[in-house]
């Protein structure tokens, strides 16, 4: 997997422009680390995941993180949310604001009890933003090489 994963990577990064094949002679075993999916190369950080990896690390983040997600996103994947839109739901959004605001990430917990359904949540939030918004803290962008993803993380 190794191999294929460094691959993947250097032809991505020689077919974007980013290296040419002579930037890229560096010893495989000085670019990898202990858990084969993040390699640091030409002075820059990736990440190579497989699809399945990559929807782990992206629902991993997700849960994570669920408090930094949009009030009114959260509340649309709560019991608490009307389809119509009145005072009721604006007066829930601004308390989950304030919530979000104060605890940060200790409100965690708590918006995660008023999610309905986790795996809906997660599913629509990849659907909006992609997994290289969760993924790639660079540039948020989900690039394919093959058979795997690769997202520029510094």
Same mark, same amino acid.
Do not use: P
């Given at each position: 997997?190794?191999?294929?994963?460094?691959?993947?990577?250097?032809?991505?990064?020689?077919?974007?422009? +980013?290296?040419? /094949?002579?930037?890229?002679?560096?010893?495989?075993?000085?670019?990898? $680390?202990?858990?084969?999916?993040?390699?640091?190369?030409?002075?820059?950080?990736?990440?190579?995941?497989?699809?399945?990896?990559?929807?782990?690390?992206?629902?991993?983040? %997700?849960?994570?993180?669920?408090?930094?997600? $949009?009030?009114?996103? %959260?509340?649309?994947?709560?019991?608490?949310? +009307?389809?119509?839109?009145? !005072?009721?739901?604006?007066?829930?959004?601004? /308390?989950? !604001?304030?919530?979000?605001?104060?605890?940060?990430?200790?409100?965690?917990?708590?918006?995660?009890?008023?999610?309905?359904?986790?795996?809906?949540?997660?599913?629509?939030?990849?659907?909006?933003?992609?997994?290289?918004?969760?993924?790639?803290?660079?540039?948020?962008?989900? $690039?394919?090489?093959?058979?795997?993803?690769?997202? !520029?993380?510094?």
């Amino acid at each position: 997997m190794l191999s294929a994963k460094y691959e993947a990577l250097k032809n991505y990064l020689i077919e974007s422009g +980013e290296a040419t /094949a002579e930037e890229l002679t560096e010893d495989v075993s000085a670019v990898y $680390n202990e858990n084969w999916k993040t390699f640091e190369i030409i002075g820059q950080e990736y990440k190579v995941l497989t699809d399945e990896e990559a929807n782990e690390e992206t629902a991993d983040y %997700i849960k994570e993180s669920l408090w930094a997600f $949009n009030a009114e996103f %959260i509340l649309q994947h709560s019991s608490a949310y +009307e389809e119509t839109t009145n !005072r009721k739901d604006e007066e829930i959004i601004k /308390a989950l !604001r304030y919530m979000q605001g104060v605890l940060c990430e200790s409100a965690n917990a708590l918006v995660k009890a008023l999610i309905s359904d986790l795996e809906t949540f997660i599913s629509d939030a990849i659907e909006a933003d992609g997994r290289g918004h969760f993924i790639s803290s660079w540039d948020g962008i989900e $690039n394919e090489s093959g058979d795997f993803y690769i997202y !520029r993380t510094n």
